[in-house]
C-alpha cells in the first residue's frame, strides 16, 4: 500500500510527453492521407461526422490507438471547422457561400 501511494506521487513528464508526440504524429499522419485522398469516395465514419475514404483507414486506426478519445473528438471538430470555413471562403463567387446583406435591404435612421 505505501508502494502504490509513493509512486502516485511522481509524475513522470517524459512519458506524456512522448504520448502526446505520438498522439500528434498519428493525428497529422491521418490528416495527411484526408488531403492525399481528397478525391476519393469517402466511405468511412468517424466521431463528429467526419467522413474519410478506405485508403486512410489504417491511419486512422494508429490515430484512435495513440490519442485519448477526448482529443480525437476534438481534432476531428476543429478539422471539420476549418474544412468548412475554408469551404466558405473558396466559395467567393458561389451562391453557397457567404452572404453578407445588401446595404440598400436596411432602412436609413430618419
Known amino acids: 500500500m505505501a508502494y502504490a501511494a509513493a509512486k502516485s506521487d511522481k509524475i513522470h513528464t517524459d512519458v506524456l510527453t512522448k504520448a502526446r508526440e505520438a498522439c500528434y504524429k498519428g493525428r497529422d499522419a491521418f490528416y495527411a492521407c484526408l488531403e492525399k485522398e ?22 486512422r486506426n494508429e490515430y484512435v490507438k495513440q490519442c485519448r478519445s477526448s482529443w480525437v473528438k476534438h481534432f476531428d471538430k476543429q478539422y471539420c471547422q476549418n474544412k468548412r470555413v475554408q469551404t466558405l471562403l473558396n466559395d467567393k463567387g458561389s451562391t453557397r457561400g457567404l452572404l453578407l446583406p445588401h446595404l440598400y435591404t436596411f432602412k436609413p435612421s430618419t
Open 38 to 59: 481528397s478525391d476519393k469516395k469517402p466511405t468511412e465514419i468517424a466521431s463528429m461526422g467526419l467522413l474519410y475514404p478506405l485508403e486512410c483507414k489504417q491511419l
